[in-house]
């Protein structure tokens, strides 16, 4: 069980573009979805945290404009990375969260931007 | 400013012996408290979590929480070689925060 997915695993984009990263709970249902980044050699740092149909609430120095966070239903959340640039390279993670219980994290996505 | 503090490592430790990964948290609000284990380019994986003051067991991991101290700490008995990965400590205030997390440890088990 807590079984949670992300989709695309990788992505390589130009800068400018915009891309859109799917996170499911596939055999819970998730009150709470979270957006994490990660550079390389460096910790998790949480970038938003979403429930289903309400607005997502953004940590301090991320900007809500670039990165969008749509929590569609209680199994999917989408990350829109807006205008793609080269700093915005990294590791995003999801992770989700029914009620109380702790936190599982899908495998990640690797996205390079050009 | 919430801060989880792990020391970096490299840790290394003997096949067989017991690997103790430690934390520090500025929190005092914190509620619960997570291990993660992390291989190279992967995202993490729960390994276990903790919200009241003691041990908590499960299989070879023991996790340890003293809120007074402000410390969490994991023990890892019978430290295998696939237990070589970085190890991370994260803290939650409740509620719908998300978690805070330590910079993490790097564990190398020695064959």
């Known amino acids: 069980g807590a079984v949670v997915s992300q989709h695309p695993s990788w992505v390589i984009c130009k800068s400018g573009t915009s891309v859109k990263i799917e996170c499911r709970s596939l055999?819970?249902?998730?009150?709470?979805m979270f957006w994490y980044r990660q550079f390389p050699k460096q910790s998790l740092m949480l970038m938003a945290t979403s429930n289903e149909g309400s607005k997502a609430t953004y940590e301090q120095g991320v900007e809500k404009d670039k990165f969008l966070i749509n929590h569609a239903s209680l199994t999917l959340s989408t990350l829109t990375v807006t205008s793609a640039h080269p700093e915005d390279s990294s590791f995003y993670i999801c992770?989700?969260?029914?009620?109380?219980?702790?936190?599982?994290f899908g495998p990640g996505t690797r996205l390079t931007v050009l | 400013q919430k801060e989880v503090e792990q020391n970096s490592g490299p840790l290394s430790v003997p096949e067989g012996a017991i690997a103790s990964l430690n934390c520090t948290y500025s929190?005092?609000?914190?509620?619960?408290f997570f291990w993660y284990r992390q291989y190279s380019g992967k995202s993490p994986e729960l390994i276990m979590f903790i919200y009241s003051n003691g041990d908590k067991e499960d299989g070879r991991f023991t996790a340890q929480l003293n809120k007074a101290s402000q410390y969490v700490s994991l023990l890892i008995r019978d430290s295998q070689p696939s237990d070589s990965a970085t190890y991370l400590c994260?803290?939650?205030?409740?509620?719908?925060?998300?978690?805070?997390f330590g910079k993490g440890t790097h564990l190398i088990i020695q064959p």
């Open positions: 929190d005092r609000g914190s509620q619960s």
């Open positions: 992770s989700a969260r029914s009620d109380a219980e702790a936190q599982y």
């Open positions: 994260a803290g939650e205030g409740g509620g719908a925060d998300g978690l805070t």
């Open positions: 055999d819970f249902q998730a009150t709470t």
